[in-house]
């Protein structure tokens, strides 16, 4: 694989995917600690969650205490020497101190392919037409 290095048994893998899971509230604040890190394109999506503890709701009107907790899943692709700000950038931008304010998972990728040419690997993850080989 184009993405691996393998030195004496040891593999080291140059990508990491990262997802977050963080409140709602927080995803401005988060989108722009990773646009101002240099990660310009990520995927997120709504999630309800169901946990131990409850948050509130409002359904017509009416307030009540609920165990399923709406949240906020952010997806990111990064070049292996980009993870560490990445994450650094999601905890400061989504931490309010309270519960709940969510996870951060990190894993490797095996590889990637950008459709449009055929590219592979780490290269994959950035426009060098842009000149921007910091980004992903």
Do not use: C
Not at 5 to 19: A, G, P, S, Y
Not at 54 to 80: A, K, N, P, W
Not at 123 to 130: I, M, P, S
């Amino acid at each position: 694989l184009t993405q691996m290095t393998t030195t004496n048994h040891l593999t080291i893998h140059l990508m990491k995917k990262i997802e977050a899971i963080i409140r709602k509230s927080k995803f401005e604040d988060v989108k722009k600690a990773l646009y101002e890190a240099g990660i310009d394109w990520f995927s997120y999506w709504d999630i309800t969650g169901l946990g131990k503890s409850t948050e509130d709701q409002v359904v017509r009107g009416q307030v009540f205490q609920s165990s399923y907790i709406q949240r906020r899943m952010l997806s990111i692709v990064v070049r292996d020497i980009n993870a560490d700000v990445t994450v650094q950038a999601i905890m400061r931008a989504a931490r309010t101190g309270d519960t709940g304010d969510g996870k951060i998972f990190v894993s490797d990728i095996l590889e990637t392919y950008r459709i449009r040419t055929g590219e592979t690997g780490p290269e994959a993850l950035f426009n060098k037409d842009e000149g921007n080989g910091k980004s992903r």
